[in-house]
């Protein structure tokens, strides 16, 4: 049976229609269905009142991504609201004083005459540090003096606690979620333990190293087999030698102001004034 134009196009309307019809009923339902999963993501927060509910939400995405649920129980176990930390994020006054004040807030002067003498009780190992990284000793026992009094006091913040209360402040929470999983991969492989204690915005060991940096640059300096940047000064030396070498550290160049291995020390901390301490301080103890 024929059909004029106008029925046939009638009829080409019609099923169009439906096409369309059944596209939105089909997106619609995808929609739906994809609702629950986005109202259960992790929310940032910041007060304590969110955290809990943030912490069960933030274990059910860790768990998608590969953390195993015994890990996620054992990390969260005793994890709460680091109010200290908050504090201390918003706090950082040090960083804004003059590089005079700076050095004589952190004692520049006892760093270089303590760092001096670790350096003579020291020699081997930091030879050998040198000899693989390129690193001479006067950078990283600036840093190691700075950063915990050569290893005298490491923190006493749950780490796991600062690093996930940082991940669900709302001020940086992509950047410590981040540091948040890496913290969670160290616990899984035996690295970090559940009770570990360090700095207040998750740092850890006596160089005071974020996770991801643990991950990414930690070494075994002393050749037994395992990392441990809390009670090993040789890995923890070993560790800042080498993230100072994977931020461009070139072995025999000078580290001050200007010069090609100060990019290094600026990766090492991004405030100024502690930059230019710690080539000062270096450059003092190495005797240049």
Known sequence: MACSRSGIDEITGFFMGMTR??????AAMIATAAMPAMAQAAKCGNDAGGFPAW??????EAAGR?????????????????????????????????L???????????????????????????????????V???????IWGMETGFGGFLGKEHTLSAVATLAYDCR???????????????????????????????????????????LKYGVDG???????????????????????????WSAGAGYQPGEANFGALQGWNAASVYQRAIAIIGAEIDGN
Do not use: C, W
């Open 55 to 60: 912490v069960e939400a933030f274990k059910d």
């Open 66 to 98: 590969g953390i195993s649920r015994s890990t996620l129980d054992k990390a969260f176990a005793n994890v709460s609201y680091a109010r200290a930390t908050i504090r201390a994020d918003r706090g950082q006054k040090s960083f804004k004083l003059s």
């Open 222 to 248: 002393d050749g037994n087999g395992r990392i441990d940047l809390v009670g090993s000064k040789a890995d923890a030396l070993a560790s800042t030698a080498n993230f100072l070498r994977g931020h461009g």
């Open 172 to 214: 940086r929470p992509e950047y410590f979620t981040n540091q948040l999983y890496a913290a969670l991969q160290l616990v899984q492989n035996g690295t970090l333990s559940t009770t570990a204690r360090g700095a207040a915005h998750g740092e850890i060991g006596q160089t005071q190293f974020l996770p991801v940096n643990v």
């Open 136 to 142: 001479p000793a006067g950078p990283l026992l600036a």
């Open 21 to 26: 019809s059944v596209a939105k009923v089909l």
């Open 100 to 134: 005079d004040q700076f050095m004589q807030k952190r004692g520049g002067k006892a760093i270089i005459s303590r760092g001096k003498s670790l350096k003579k009780q020291n020699a081997a190992l930091f030879q050998r540090i040198e000899a693989r990284y390129g």
